[in-house]
């Protein structure tokens, strides 16, 4: 993951590649931002984005390039997918199309246009691979998407302690205290700040999450580590549908 530096609101954590091309084009979509704030954006640290699949290209598209074709064709705002196995965020297919997404755990889904776009890292690049896609797909509401997070990081929280958790992986105390400071995102301007602020903690539950499961051998035992996985389930899932909710084109009204 990486930080991002363009015009917006900066709330140090990053958001998936897929949740930044779809916030910043719904701000583009929507004449909040900038063509060139927006490939920035998304463009982060990546030495190169490019699109493929587009009608009639045969060849990789550079992102801009591409954007502006899709919001030729009728692409109107974008939402965040975010699946895993057994929980398909955000996705309303079809198959072809939530399998890649499953693959790649993230994608974007074009509203105005069935289409959807899923990222594919190579070396300092990315290829966004364009597919049909159903845009008309269920999207978390985020109130309620907020006390739902909420609620799972005082259990998770709760469970990381009695685990002991903290005494093999020191990094997730300072992560836990750092859920009181927003996370170093990069928003366009004027989205809704309620949907900022959740994706801050979204972002920062989600390297929680990463963190306690980077190393099994923290774990005395198997049935230690099964329990870490199980407490740790909750919050995954809660933080995911937190981000799809803010990261979606009604964050930004």
Known sequence: MSLHYARGVRTTTA?????????????????RASLDDARD???????AHDVV?????????????????????????????LPVPGDPLGL??????????LDSEEAVVLEG???????????AGV???????????????LSEADGMLRRALLETAGVLARLDVARWRPEIADELVSLRSPADLTFPP????????????AAR???????????????????????????????????????????SSHGGR
């Open 15 to 31: 958001l998936p590649r897929s949740a930044d091309l779809a916030v910043w084009f719904t701000a583009w979509a929507d004449g």
């Open 113 to 123: 246009v069935e289409a959807g776009l899923v990222p594919h890292v190579a070396g």
């Open 205 to 247: 539950c989600r390297a929680i999450v990463d963190l306690a499961l980077e190393d099994e051998g923290g774990a005395v035992t198997a049935g230690e580590a099964d329990a870490r996985r199980a407490a740790l389930a909750p919050l995954d899932h809660a933080a995911r549908r937190a981000l799809v909710a803010a990261c």
């Open 53 to 81: 699949g587009l009608p009639g290209e045969t060849e990789p598209v550079p992102l801009i390039l591409a954007l502006g074709r899709l919001r030729g064709a009728g692409a109107e705002s974008a939402g965040l997918a």
């Open 127 to 141: 290829t966004w691979q364009l597919q049909p896609v159903h845009s008309r797909r269920q999207v978390p509401d």
């Open 41 to 47: 954006a998304i463009l982060g640290s990546d030495a």
């Open 190 to 201: 004027h989205w809704d700040a309620r949907a900022v602020r959740v994706a801050s903690l």
């Open 92 to 101: 309303a297919g079809p198959p072809e199309f939530n399998a890649a997404a």
